[in-house]
């Protein structure tokens, strides 16, 4: 069965930094480009960020570029987004999904989400 | 640019069928989009993949109940015998050249 475990959120001030790790089981990690996406309280979906199989493809949403660092350790199945200089608006809980797959060929489309963890930026 | 567009709300009976819709933006109609299911209080899931042709590939679990189609640049989720636990947030999603896109969202109220 897939798994995937976010842990990391928390309270943190305005313009401090935080980073949230996604614990990935029940598949062969290293095959799949994995996903942040966030949800504002009341809010719909939104995409952070990307990260190909091998760490070498990233894309960061324009809200968060140069702000966040998305990685990952193919040898812990473990994927990670550092937050840095956090606001308000970053106030989500925060996903992480694996990215379809089929014969080989991958798809920007999520197929197995994790049950989230909250970021609160506040004073 | 890229847009998914979908209504913010729609309901329906106990036990009836509805077509959930989601649309394309101009120039856009060949593409790919998964639909994820969000019940309260609770992360998303993967519904299915609706392909251009409207083949569609479900995740695992998903009920024979839950089927998708597509007419030019929309493309639809339809929930047949509807059950309390139907009720929940429905989203679209794609890529494009900016990155993964998501629907606004449809809240499904079960009646």
């Known amino acids: 069965e897939v798994q995937l475990v976010e842990s990391g959120g928390g309270l943190v001030k305005p313009g401090g930094s935080l980073r949230l790790s996604c614990a990935a089981s029940?598949?062969?990690?290293?095959?799949?480009?994995m996903n942040w996406v966030r949800q504002a309280p009341g809010k719909g979906l939104e995409w952070v960020s990307s990260i190909s199989s091998s760490g070498s493809h990233i894309y960061y949403a324009d809200s968060v570029k140069g702000r966040c660092t998305i990685s990952r350790d193919n040898a812990y199945n473990s994927l990670y987004l550092e937050m840095t200089s956090l606001r308000a608006e970053d106030t989500a809980v925060y996903y992480c999904?694996?990215?379809?797959?089929?014969?080989?060929?991958?798809?920007?489309?999520?197929?197995?989400w994790g049950q989230g963890t909250l970021v609160t930026v506040s004073s | 640019q890229l847009v998914l567009t979908q209504s913010p709300s729609a309901s329906a009976s106990l036990g009836a069928s509805i077509r959930l819709t989601c649309t394309l933006s101009?120039?856009?109609?060949?593409?790919?989009i998964a639909w994820h299911q969000q019940q309260p209080d609770k992360g998303p899931r993967y519904l299915m993949k609706?392909?251009?042709?409207?083949?569609?590939t479900k995740g695992d679990g998903i009920p024979d109940r839950f089927s998708g189609s597509n007419s030019g640049a929309e493309r639809y989720l339809t929930i047949s015998s509807l059950q309390s636990e139907d009720e929940a947030d429905y989203y679209c999603q794609t890529w494009g050249t900016s990155g993964v896109i998501f629907g606004g969202g449809t809240k499904l109220t079960v009646l």
């Open positions: 029940g598949f062969t990690f290293r095959r799949y480009n």
């Open positions: 609706l392909n251009t042709d409207g083949s569609h």
């Open positions: 999904a694996r990215d379809y797959c089929s014969g080989g060929t991958c798809y920007r489309l999520f197929d197995n």
């Open positions: 101009s120039g856009h109609s060949n593409y790919a």
